[in-house]
């Protein structure tokens, strides 16, 4: 299972500081929504001008003009880069169109998607790479949240899938036994007092 770590900042400057803290523990480096709409795509540019070697993941949650959008964090630098499940099937297929001009990856976000599972084979046969089963940061603090849907999600749906939504070193093992590919964490690392140690541990507990 890989690692990815989610940069929910709002700075370039934070961004790069963040991702030279962490780089050797994970294999993808997302740049969130926030950060790509407060810096625009040169954060992604920056971040893979300074580790080309890993995995540049531009979370723009593009619901229309799928082959635009995507083209464009391509052509910044992105390796994979973000769909909604929500957007019309269309959307979803000028995104893979664009991903494979570029030799590159769609991955489709299942944030606010209620059957993720049905979704996620659809979102497959159109061509993503693969897909998020994700409750957002707002779903996250609503009381009584627990990662067990999506996990669920994950297993039923039988693609290729990535685990985002609070993902931590208490929960990391669960990922992993529901078979996801990728593990995916935000606050766990960047809200961390040591985003290091935190890359560090999350990374170790991956058998
Ligand atoms: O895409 C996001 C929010 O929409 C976050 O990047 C994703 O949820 C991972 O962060 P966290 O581990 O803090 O939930």
Known sequence: M??????????????????????EYV?????????????GLSAVTAVKNAHPDKIVFADMKTMDAGELEADI??????????VLGTAD???????????????????VDLIGVADKATRAKEARA???????MHAGLDEQAQPG?????????????????????????????DVQRAGADVAVAGG??????????AAKELRDAIV
């Open 89 to 107: 099937d269309s959307t979803i297929a000028g995104a893979v169109k664009a991903a494979q001009a570029h030799n590159k990856g769609i991955v």
């Open 145 to 173: 949240f627990d990662l067990k849907g999506l996990l669920s999600a994950g297993e039923a749906a039988r693609v290729p899938f990535s685990v985002a939504g609070g993902v931590n070193r208490s929960t990391i093992e």
């Open 126 to 132: 159109l061509g993503a790479k693969f897909v998020e």
């Open 73 to 82: 964090a391509f052509k910044a630098g992105a390796d994979l880069v973000t």
């Open 188 to 197: 766990a690392i960047y809200g961390a007092a040591d985003p290091a140690q």
């Open 27 to 39: 294999d993808i480096i997302e740049l969130g929504t926030p950060l790509i709409k407060a810096a």
């Open 2 to 23: 890989k690692l990815q770590v989610a940069m929910d900042l709002l700075t370039v400057e934070d961004a790069l500081k963040l991702a030279g803290q962490v780089a």
